[in-house]
């Protein structure tokens, strides 16, 4: 197997991908890229890192950001909590290790939003250090080529994986061998039609051998998505020709945490119209009069990792006076300023559609 490993790390050099955080071994930089590239494909995650690089090219410049601006410079790429912990890691790191990454696993793993898989990317690829990055690239290589019949969604997967890349790398260059294995799996080990002609592990591959590339990596299915129903109420008011909108800051914790959106209400089931404006008016979002329903929008699906958010916008102008509970617990933002507000991807695209931002 150690040529075989040779050979990949002969291979990486040849064909790697020229991404601005492979030309580095700076930690702040690498540990950007793997915040922005989870749950994000490289050529979707691109530009948000080049922006989020420009804008903030050292960690200390990061940590003194504000944050509503990271949250707009992150806007689309979804899972905001990444976003909030990346600015609390990044405000851990200045004050407590003066700007510098600790160069030790557990204290990496201590940071907020660093879990084991971006901690053994830091301590790997910034300070050489031997640690297995284990990524669904790198559990598809090894599965096909070990035959690992493990489902890769259990929990011991990991630690089968990880000692097994640990045990690989052990006479190589970590930054190399765990960069290697992943562009491997991204670019010739891929999910469907793997070109085995062009793999540099083809002569040791169990699944290659076997003809049973398409058997691995095995994956216990998942449980069947839930779906929600939401309610959307943009409610406006307008004052010497001037358009305004209610917008709510959402809680700390949960979906789309400190986001802004519409009021809402989310249900099991879908909401009928009537119910869902005595809804509001019950709970303080309408007067009991005195206000238009100026447009029900189509529904809006959106997908979560566990749920299923199907939405619905209910456009209401209110032309008396306006319910003192909406005062109190909302924003009145003009039309104009909308787009200063980090949003969900899901009331992005509303707003764009019915041309409230650009
Ligand atoms: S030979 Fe084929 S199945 Fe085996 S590791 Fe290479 S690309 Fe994957």
Known sequence: MNNSIKNLLVWYQKNERQLPWRQTSNPYYIWLSEVILQQTRVDQGLP?????????????????????????????????????????????????????????????????????????????????????????????????????????NSSRAHTQFLVLTEELMSTHSPALFNQAMMELGALVCKPQNPDCLACPLQSNCFAFSHKQQGDFPVKTPKAKQKTRYLTYYVISVTTNGHAQFFLNQRKSTGIWANLFDFPSFETHQPLPFDQAIHQAIDNGLLPNDSFNITQVSNEYKHLLTHRILRARFISIQISGAIPANLIKSLLLINQTSLSEYPVPVLVERYLRDVKLIE
Request: hydrophobic letters at 45%; a positive charge; aromatic letters at 14%.
């Open 48 to 152: 948000y890192y080049i922006r989020f690089t420009e804008k903030y090219p050292d960690i200390a410049l990061l940590a003194s950001a504000n944050e509503q601006d990271v949250f707009k410079l992150w806007q689309g790429l979804g899972y905001y909590s990444r976003a909030t912990n990346m600015l609390k890691a990044a405000r851990e790191i200045v004050s407590t290790y003066h700007s510098e990454f600790p160069k030790n696993m557990n204290l990496l793993m201590k940071l907020p939003g660093i879990g084991s898989y971006t901690a053994a990317a830091i301590a790997s690829m910034a300070f050489n250090m031997p640690h297995g990055v284990v990524d669904g690239n790198v559990y598809r290589v090894l599965s096909r080529l070990y035959g690992i019949a493990t489902p890769i």
